[in-house]
């Protein structure tokens, strides 16, 4: 099995072609580019360490808002909930 390392994930939305691209790059080389940058830090302990699928929304929602701090014309295809969705009673995950 191939050992992929470390990636940082970066999301970029081109206002010329209208579509989002998603870039992976090693984290040491975007470490000076970063330095001294505002971060917002997600702590996982707060959401009780699970990455289920409305932590995957909410965060999506959250990179599609910052990406629309610098690039409002995003906005237009944006009909996205912001507060949490309740699951239907019931509903368990997957690995539950």
Do not use: W
Request: overall charge negative; hydrophobic content about 45%; glycine content about 6%.
């Amino acid at each position: 099995m191939t050992i992929i390392p470390p990636r940082s994930v970066i999301l970029r939305y081109d206002q010329d072609s209208q579509r989002l691209n998603v870039q992976l790059v090693e984290p040491a080389k975007l470490a000076p580019l970063l330095a001294g940058l505002f971060t917002v830090p997600i702590l996982l302990d707060d959401f009780d360490f699970r990455l289920d699928d409305e932590f995957a929304r909410r965060l999506g929602v959250a990179m599609l808002n910052a990406v629309a701090l610098g690039q409002p014309d995003i906005k237009q295809y944006m009909t996205v909930t912001r507060e949490p969705i309740d699951r239907p009673s019931g509903a368990k995950p997957i690995d539950g």
